[in-house]
């Protein structure tokens, strides 16, 4: 496992590109009350994402892709995402903006999304 924490040898600038966005965009935390919950529905209760984020989005009242940038950081999904950050699959939350977040977790994380 530790092995898939490393950081493999680049030879694309793309690549790199692409490593440097993800070190910018992994500095993105969920809050709390979100990540609580993202844990109860999809770990506790082994609810499917898509109904995970139709739940989540109602229940927030917080735009898709900002609920599924959440998913993909949430302390759950943290196993999966660094497997999937290993073989390079990266999360792209470029089209998510302040304005997709509930307005109670504005403050919180608007650094986080530029």
Aim: aromatic share 14%; charged share 35%.
């Amino acid at each position: 496992m530790k092995d898939l924490l490393n950081k493999p040898e680049i030879e694309d600038e793309e690549l790199e590109a692409r490593w440097i966005m993800a070190e910018e965009w992994n500095q993105f935390e969920v809050p709390q009350e979100i990540d609580e919950r993202i844990t109860e529905l999809i770990y506790w209760n082994e609810e499917k994402e898509h109904k995970v984020l139709l739940k989540l989005m109602d229940e927030f009242e917080a735009q898709e892709c900002y609920i599924r940038k959440c998913i993909w950081f949430s302390t759950s999904n943290y196993h999966y995402r660094k497997q999937e950050e290993a073989r390079g699959a990266f999360y792209q939350s470029a089209y998510c903006k302040e304005s997709c977040i509930p307005r109670r977790f504005r403050n919180s994380v608007s650094s986080d999304l530029d």
